[in-house]
């Protein structure tokens, strides 16, 4: 079911029983793009609500699913089972692994890499800019690895170019410096380790 209020752009391809709610936008060219130049691609099941952009070029896989006003740029590539929150924003060129959670207004910026069944929490924030606000900011983004399984806790900061090992948990609130190995808790700012899960 497409809502007659959504936008399709020219070269969006859907799979089989999608729903697209009322005031979204898909396919949407990025800046420098016609209309169609760039095949976006979004598998069977998706669920697209209310007010959500997706831009053009991406690759998303089955069972599919946004919050309201989602916001996902161009060019990323996103798994089967995936679900991003209301308010979420994912920049261009990230890629997303199958059975990801995205909470509530999560900020994913460009070249993050989320692994299998990652969990992020309502309101953490990726970073990858190095050196904001320079003028090379751009020619040294580094963005975040949240490795399989972890998990990153409600309003956690995690810094550019960081690697959240497989299924490590990052505590609500924490500030992460420092790369987290594998299994292991950490919390605080900066955060600290408390121990192996």
Same mark, same amino acid.
């Given at each position: 079911?497409?809502?007659?209020?959504?936008?399709i752009?020219?070269? +969006?391809?859907? /799979?089989k029983?999608? $729903?697209? %709610?009322?005031?979204?936008?898909? !396919?949407?060219?990025? @800046?420098?793009?016609?209309?169609?130049?760039?095949?976006?691609?979004?598998?069977?099941?998706?669920?697209?609500?209310?007010h959500?952009?997706?831009?053009?070029?991406n690759?998303?896989?089955?069972?599919?699913?946004?919050?309201?006003?989602?916001?996902?740029?161009?060019?990323?590539?996103?798994?089967?089972? +995936?679900?991003? /929150?209301?308010?979420s $924003?994912? %920049?261009?060129?990230?890629?997303? !692994?199958?059975?990801? @959670?995205?909470?509530?207004?999560?900020?994913?910026?460009?070249?993050c890499?989320?692994?299998?069944?990652?969990?992020l929490?309502?309101?953490?924030?990726?970073?990858?800019?190095?050196?904001?606000?320079?003028?090379?900011t751009?020619?040294?983004?580094e963005?975040?690895?949240?490795?399989?399984?972890?998990? +990153?806790?409600?309003?956690a900061?995690?810094?550019?170019?960081?690697?959240?090992?497989? !299924?490590?948990?990052?505590?609500?609130?924490?500030?992460?410096?420092?790369d987290?190995?594998a299994d292991m808790?950490?919390?605080?700012n900066?955060?600290?380790?408390?121990?192996?899960?």
């Open positions: 079911m497409i809502s007659s209020t959504a936008v752009h020219p070269g +969006v391809k859907l /799979g029983n999608v $729903v697209i %709610e009322d005031f979204c936008i898909i !396919g949407t060219p990025p @800046r420098g793009a016609k209309p169609g130049e760039m095949e976006t691609i979004i598998g069977d099941d998706a669920v697209i609500r209310s959500t952009v997706i831009y053009a070029g690759r998303i896989g089955s069972k599919f699913q946004t919050g309201n006003k989602v916001n996902i740029r161009e060019l990323n590539e996103i798994g089967d089972n +995936v679900s991003i /929150g209301t308010l $924003v994912v %920049e261009h060129h990230v890629k997303v !692994g199958n059975k990801v @959670r995205i909470h509530t207004q999560v900020f994913v910026p460009e070249y890499v989320l692994e299998e069944g990652c969990w929490g309502p309101n953490a924030v990726l970073t990858n800019a190095k050196y904001p606000n320079q003028p090379d751009k020619d040294n983004l963005g975040v690895t949240v490795k399989k399984g972890a998990v +990153v806790g409600a309003n900061t995690i810094l550019p170019g960081i690697i959240v090992g497989e !299924g490590a948990l990052i505590g609500a609130g924490s500030v992460v410096a420092a987290v190995e808790i950490v919390a605080g900066p955060a600290k380790v408390l121990r192996r899960r």
